[in-house]
């Protein structure tokens, strides 16, 4: 059984807004951090944003802080990443990822550190 579903990728032109979703299983969920990466084509997988357990700590690459916010609901296991003002740059696909929750910091969270992972959405922006 899939334990990560990520949702909510498409085409979206330059400036516009998605939000994409990751539902969990419980046992992948309560108690871990949360983070999501990308990977455009041809490029290594990159961390874009992470958040701690309780929602109290929120981390961010420098490309995307400003624009974009992570947020989930514990009650059905549920992150979402919110992404406003969106740049060709930021095509690629999605992922999310659950891990100890010490293991994100104001350094992102560690993507080999990972121990569970979706299987990715796509999204792609349009000039």
């Known amino acids: 059984q899939v334990q990560l579903v990520e949702s909510g990728g498409g085409l979206v032109q330059a400036g516009g807004s998605l939000r994409l979703s990751c539902v969990a299983s419980r046992h992948t969920f309560s108690g871990y951090a949360m983070g999501w990466f990308r990977q455009a084509p041809g490029k290594e997988r990159e961390f874009v944003a992470g958040i701690s357990w309780n929602g109290g700590a929120t981390f961010y690459a420098d490309s995307v802080k400003g624009r974009f916010s992570v947020s989930r609901d514990n009650a059905k296991n549920t992150v979402y990443l919110q992404m406003n003002d969106l740049k060709p740059e930021d095509t690629a696909v999605y992922y999310c990822?659950?891990?100890?929750?010490?293991?994100?910091?104001?350094?992102?969270?560690?993507?080999?550190?990972?121990?569970?992972w979706g299987k990715g959405t796509l999204v792609t922006v349009s000039e």
């Open positions: 990822a659950s891990g100890r929750d010490d293991y994100c910091s104001g350094y992102g969270c560690p993507g080999n550190l990972m121990d569970y």
